[in-house]
């Protein structure tokens, strides 16, 4: 508890600085992830990650120091280089955009890889501490790395905010913005331009290899919970901000524990709980409908073979014992045992001892299932010509989607028949 | 029967356009009158929308120029809209109905701004004028095929021009919304405007257009319907394949040589 009243007071200017620092990162980094992402370029991030790697080897090579300047400025020369060289070998050669986005990342990372190794084998890789540009070191942050990172978060947020609605169409349909004479290829590149400044900021905190989940999760994220795109660049510069936070929380709890890594895992966790949880989307909330569309349909299909037996028996209120219910035909493929209680406890049916019979209301469904049922078949034999042996099953599924709007259109337009294809009766709520 | 107006709202002179080094136009040319429908008829792979990403200035052409409005096509830009195909955009995409309208008002709005009260209101009217008020908040995946097509017209209507090019309007739209943008079409040619309609289907043609452009990668005829409706005339565009310039097309396209010599453009 000490620890937690410690870190979230930022008492502690170290603190202060890299919960700061890496905050402006994830959440500048996710505003500009939810325009790749919808441009379906999520893999460019990471091309584009990789290739900043040789930058900023080749800045340190250069001036001998480690000016986070510096290494910002040749790190955003050779990531902007990625992107023109991408794009070229997709201009010039058959090669497709995913091949060309490979080769880009492998060659400019292993060009990174070589000149790393020359500066570490030079002996000064201790002092310059570059390779923790690989897996990132947000602990290391200082002040002037917060400053010129929050700066540079601050353009980034600027730059979409003004050319919001230019962007928002050109990545929706480029034709459109060139047909109304926007200038596409400045907005294309002006994407490019700030994808490379967010992954340059963010591999400070998280590294090389894994700047691109900070781009594409937090949006990945944000699409499950809208469909709103103001909404969706809020919510996921919340989440960027909010797993860096946490990230950083766990490396300060566990020093051993590297930060750039924990806060992908955080926003790892809370991309995969939104793929679960969130609403409408998520997968939890599709299978409860399922589920629940299917105890719907079992209850209807309990009530509605009440009715049948008791048109059978000639007293839709006599009461049927679960033996006697589950040995009838219809029962085959209903789990009796589950909906008998359920309809019970709802009100359609009433128990005695281990008897069960209809109510009032319970006989009132069972019937607009059966009409329903026979309704359909007759439409399906009229309108659509079907044999009256090939009706059945068909009615079988849409018996239970048929809303009160289409019960009457369908009434009317087969003006209310009295049989079905099959001679049985089909029963009106009027007539009783 | 390619029959020349005068004073053109439209003037295409010797257009060839090619498409990833194989010629898909040869040499169109053509003049269109004022205040009328044009349709841009012809079989699968003549070169239909091609002809008018060029007219919009979407691909270069190897050779030939656009006149619209007897100017050049940046100095009228804002009195021309464009209907693209409705698959060529990921309609997944996290906007509204009225968002993607309010996309027609942006060269109006300019760079930086925020929308104004008034292009709302032209928003707002627009999807009145294809029955999709109800519609404006929705999300655009929500919609049906001819619903999303409405949403792309009234994105057009929003912008207010005075000549419509619309990349086929009527493909997979149900009867209901065809009639609706046909009827739409002719109010809009009754006030003035021209619409150019890129459409496939022979059948329905001759009602819905004043002016019939028939092409098959070369112009067969640009002429009123009646005249350009002839049996000779439909035979060369859906009859003949053309087999001389799609095998001339082909070489061009396999040894990568320039469709013109030099580049006017």
């Known amino acids: 508890m000490n620890d937690f009243v410690d870190f979230f007071s930022l008492s502690d200017p170290n603190i202060r600085y890299v919960v700061l620092g890496t905050a402006f990162m994830a959440a500048g980094s996710a505003l500009v992830g939810c325009f790749t992402f919808l441009k379906k370029r999520a893999l460019v991030g990471d091309a584009v990650a990789h290739a900043v790697l040789p930058g900023i080897c080749l800045s340190f090579l250069v001036s001998a120091t480690k000016n986070p300047l510096l290494l910002v400025i040749g790190a955003f020369i050779t990531g902007l280089m990625a992107i023109g060289a991408m794009d070229a070998i997709v201009k010039h050669s058959k090669l497709k955009e995913d091949t060309a986005t490979g080769i880009v990342l492998s060659v400019f990372f292993g060009i990174g890889i070589v000149l790393l190794t020359v500066i570490q084998q030079s002996g000064s890789a201790s002092q310059s501490g570059l390779d923790t540009f690989l897996f990132g070191k947000a602990a290391a942050m200082s002040l002037t790395d917060v400053w010129v990172f929050g700066l540079i978060s601050l353009l980034l947020v600027c730059t979409i905010l003004l050319t919001y609605k230019e962007l928002m169409l050109v990545v929706f349909d480029k034709n459109f913005a060139n047909a109304i004479g926007i200038k596409t290829k400045r907005f294309e590149m002006l994407i490019s331009v700030i994808t490379v400044l967010a992954v340059v900021v963010g591999i400070q905190s998280v590294g090389v290899v894994l700047m691109a989940a900070m781009l594409i999760t937090p949006a990945a994220a944000a699409r499950f919970w809208t469909d709103r795109l103001p909404v969706m660049l809020l919510v996921a510069s919340i989440f960027g901000a909010f797993a860096a936070v946490g990230g950083t929380y766990i490396s300060y709890l566990a020093p051993a524990m590297p930060t750039g890594p924990w806060i992908v895992m955080v926003i790892s966790i809370m991309a995969i709980s939104s793929f679960f949880l969130a609403p409408g989307k998520g997968i939890l909330h599709r299978s409860l409908k399922i589920k629940r569309y299917q105890q719907k349909v079992l209850h209807e299909n309990v009530l509605k073979l009440f009715y049948k037996t008791g048109e059978k028996d000639a007293d839709f209120y006599r009461y049927y ?59 399906l034999t009229e309108y659509l010509r079907l044999a009256p042996d090939h009706v059945h099953e068909d009615a079988e599924g849409i018996e239970h989607i048929i809303t009160p709007e289409i019960e009457r259109k369908l009434e009317e337009k087969l003006n209310f028949p009295t049989e079905d294809p099959h001679q049985s009766n089909i029963p009106y709520d009027h007539k009783n | 029967m390619i029959k020349q107006v005068k004073d053109p709202i439209l003037e295409i002179h010797d257009l060839s356009v090619s498409y990833q080094k194989k010629p898909v136009l040869w040499a169109i040319d053509l003049t269109l009158p004022k205040g009328v429908v044009v349709g841009i008829i012809g079989p699968n792979g003549a070169g239909k929308s091609t002809l008018i990403k060029a007219i919009m200035g979407l691909i270069p052409p190897d050779s030939g120029f656009v006149k619209i409005f007897g100017e050049s096509l940046e100095a009228v830009r804002h009195k021309i809209s464009y209907v693209p ?62 619903q999303q097509q409405r949403v792309f017209i009234a994105r057009a209507l929003a912008q207010e021009a005075d000549l419509y090019f619309m990349d086929e309007p009527f493909a997979g739209v149900d009867a209901a919304t065809e009639r609706a943008i046909v009827n739409l079409l002719k109010e809009m040619t009754a006030s003035g405007k021209t619409v150019v309609v890129v459409h496939h289907d022979l059948n329905s043609a001759a009602h819905y257009f004043d002016w019939t452009i028939l092409l098959n990668l070369k112009l067969v005829a640009s002429a009123p319907v009646k005249e350009a409706f002839t049996a000779q005339l439909l035979q060369e565009t859906y009859g003949g394949k053309l087999t001389l310039l799609t095998e001339l097309g082909e070489i061009l396209a396999k040894n990568e040589i320039p469709n013109r010599e030099k580049k006017r453009y």
Not at chain 2, 91 to 105: K, L, Q, T
Not at chain 2, 112 to 117: D, Y
Not at chain 2, 134 to 139: E, N, S
């Open chain 1, 321 to 379: 014992s679960f033996e006697q219910l589950n040995k009838l035909e219809e029962a085959a493929a209903l789990q009796l045992k589950k909906a008998l209680p359920k309809l019970t406890a709802q009100g359609f049916l009433e128990k005695k001892k281990a008897e069960y019979k209809l109510t009032q209301a319970g006989k009132k469904k069972g019937q607009r299932i059966v009409k329903l049922h026979r309704l359909w078949e007759m439409y």
């Open chain 2, 85 to 146: 195909q409705r698959e060529s955009v990921d309609w997944d995409f996290p906007a509204s109905v009225e968002e993607v309208v309010m996309m027609g008002r942006y060269n109006k709005i300019g760079l930086f701004k925020k929308p104004r009260k008034a292009d709302r209101e032209v928003v707002a009217d627009c999807l009145l004028k294809v029955n999709l008020e109800a519609f404006a908040k929705r999300q655009i995946s929500q919609l049906s095929g001819g």
